[in-house]
């Protein structure tokens, strides 16, 4: 492997949450290639944030502000003035090319800001000299057809980036070093963090960090802290929280004071912790407790635990916070918002782990509190990151042993298809799904699904009889501009009739969500085709067809194991007992 | 690339940046009427 520096240029301008994720990917990227220089381009906001992590090489920052006046933002004349200024500031970025420009932002603006930036290697959304939209490498691909149409897949967000940029980064500089077991994230994550002077937290104890905000009254805030810390008599709690939450913070401890001799186990810090502060208290705390996601990754990054509340009855787990025991609760239904009892029976089920080592579910837990009533309208997950061997990455796990929804069922044979797709590995048929997972809907649903995969099957091997017809026909030109009358009709026909399979995807995947996927997914790679000449063309149109077939291919191997798995099993002859 | 077209890509770039921070603005204040 190359010791010369990799010169990397990655570009986040989305927001704190996605900055954070990328650079947890960064971080387990370069323990892998330790002679990657990356250089960070990011927010203003952000900037700060981004320079903590000083294995960074150096942070640059868009002006946004200097650029748009708030005023007037859309009018063409006004932009116009400012397009000195912005070559102006791209001489920085333009000097010599980059060996890997990583556009991370997944965003319109920032596929223009690709493409003026010189890179031998580029990943993520860019633009043609057409400035056309094109998503070159197969992982944006997916990013742009499955995760921003919120098509289910289960594939973390961070694992898809660290696999994304291992990819190209293989490709191009050869295998990388071996890392041993070194963690990713851990206090070691941001090394500016505070090693002298008196620890902002007192040590030995249990300290819970609460985010607070708005979502939960003061009341409901209180409730879930009382139970925690009446219950749990070496537990201390640190609020967390903005300056408007200042006020909600004081009621919060009014009321704790008022219940009973708490006071000295509370350290409110609400209102008066900037960015170095955050930092240090979260990775002295054992657990935050947060609905919001920029603090959920940033406590993950730290390595310290985290419980997310969600507020959506499908939270979107490949965002959530990433590595082992983080818990993420969101209601069954949307109306039904979460209450204290289900935070507290939450975080005292994962946090006690270690001593119950999940001899009693998590559905016995909430009998033992007394709150059985609860399991009805709540979801829990825990993180898991599975074994090498199983492919890796980060999984979230119900607590409850309750039927697949098709959603559920779906991003697992998503997730399995991605893999196959852009690693070539898949997990053993049937891999996360159980006979109990499997109720009557999905049931319901998979028949169906076995009829219109079959149908997506045939159209797709129809295309790639067209396509393979068209390439050769296409090959056999002598030129691709200059042909005869009757070669042009029969090329259009052959086109014409790939289009129409194209639609008729579309109208499958319409009536079928589960295939819904496959069609966005189609319109990208066709969007994406590259060459010059028809034959080039077509045999990028080939290979696209043939890559929907395989994910079709694998979709029914799952559909049929999952509907085999439900079938009843034949007993054992040995087991009845004879008649007398 | 040609001077046009990096000048047309600038301008491109700053159109959509301008429509995206307008979108961003509008939906952080959206966010605070629900949290108000």
């Given at each position: 492997m190359s010791r010369k520096p990799i010169r990397c240029l990655v570009i986040q301008l989305r927001s704190g949450a996605d900055l954070l994720e990328s650079l947890i990917a960064l971080k387990a990227t370069k323990q892998l290639y330790p002679a990657l220089e990356i250089s960070l381009l990011c927010r203003p906001e952000h900037e700060e944030l981004a320079k903590q992590a000083q294995w960074i090489h150096s942070v640059i920052t868009l002006p946004v502000s200097e650029w748009l006046n708030p005023g007037n933002k859309s009018d063409v004349e006004s932009i116009r003035k400012f397009v000195p200024n912005v070559a102006g500031w791209l001489t920085q970025l333009t000097a010599s090319p980059w060996d890997l420009l990583v556009n991370w932002s997944f965003c319109d603006s920032s596929s223009f800001l690709s493409a003026l930036i010189p890179a031998k290697n580029r990943l993520g959304y860019t633009r043609r000299a057409d400035l056309d939209f094109s998503s070159g490498d197969g992982w944006s691909q997916f990013v742009h057809a499955f995760v921003h149409l919120d098509i289910p897949q289960n594939i973390h967000l961070v694992d898809l980036l660290t696999t994304q940029l291992l990819t190209a980064l293989q490709l191009s500089h050869g295998d990388p070093a071996d890392?041993?077991?070194?963690?990713?994230?851990?206090?070691?994550?941001?090394?500016?963090?505070?090693?002298?002077?008196?620890?902002?937290l007192e040590p030995g104890k249990t300290w819970v960090a609460a985010q607070i905000n708005p979502l939960w009254s003061a009341k409901q805030w209180a409730r879930f802290l009382l139970l925690t810390l009446e219950r749990h008599p070496e537990t201390h709690v640190v609020l967390l929280g903005l300056r408007q939450e200042q006020e909600l913070a004081r009621e919060i401890t009014r009321i704790l004071n008022h219940s009973g001799t708490h006071e000295k186990r509370i350290l409110n810090l609400t209102g008066e912790t900037d960015l170095d502060l955050w930092i240090d208290s979260l990775s002295q705390c054992t657990w935050l407790v947060t609905f919001q996601a920029l603090p959920a990754q940033l406590a993950s990054a730290l390595g310290t635990r985290v419980l997310q509340i969600g507020q959506?009855?499908?939270?979107?787990?490949?965002?959530?916070?990433?590595?082992?025991g983080h818990v993420l609760i969101s209601p069954t239904d949307v109306s039904v918002p979460l209450v204290p009892e289900a935070v507290y029976s939450s975080w005292s089920y994962a946090h006690f782990e270690w001593s119950h080592?999940?001899?009693?579910?998590f559905q016995e837990h909430l009998e033992r509190l007394g709150y059985q009533r609860l399991s009805d309208w709540l979801d829990v997950r825990v993180s898991k990151i599975r074994p090498a061997d199983e492919g890796g990455g980060l999984i979230y796990t119900s607590e409850f042993k309750r039927p697949l929804s098709n959603r559920d069922w779906l991003a697992i044979i998503n997730g399995q298809i991605a893999r196959l797709w852009y690693c070539g590995w898949t997990a053993k048929e049937g891999a996360e799904i159980t006979r109990d997972g499997i109720g009557p809907a999905l049931l319901q649903d998979l028949r169906a699904l076995d009829e219109s995969s079959s149908v997506l099957l045939r159209v797709c091997k129809e295309a790639i009889r067209c396509s393979t017809e068209l390439q050769q026909r296409a090959a056999q030109l002598k030129s691709s501009k200059v042909m005869s009358v009757e070669d042009r009709k029969e090329l259009h026909d052959m086109g014409v009739k790939i289009l129409e399979l194209q639609k008729l995807v579309d109208r499958l995947a319409s009536a079928d969500a589960h295939l819904a996927g496959f069609s966005t997914l189609l319109k990208v790679l066709m969007h994406n085709l590259g060459g010059e000449h028809i034959a080039e063309v077509s045999k990028e149109s080939l290979a696209a067809w043939q890559q929907i077939e395989r994910g079709i291919e694998l979709m029914r191997v799952w559909m049929k194991h999952t509907l085999r798995l439900s079938r009843p099993i034949a007993v054992e002859a040995a087991v009845f007992q004879p008649l007398p | 690339m040609t001077d046009a077209q990096v000048e047309a890509l600038i301008l491109a770039f700053l159109r959509s940046l301008a429509e995206e921070e307008s979108d961003r603005i509008a939906s952080d204040n959206s966010k605070e009427e629900i949290q108000e």
């Open positions: 890392a041993g077991n070194q963690a990713v994230t851990g206090r070691g994550f941001f090394t500016a963090l505070r090693t002298s002077g008196d620890p902002l959506s009855h499908a939270p979107n787990y490949s965002t959530a916070a990433y590595g082992n080592r999940r001899n009693w579910s | -």
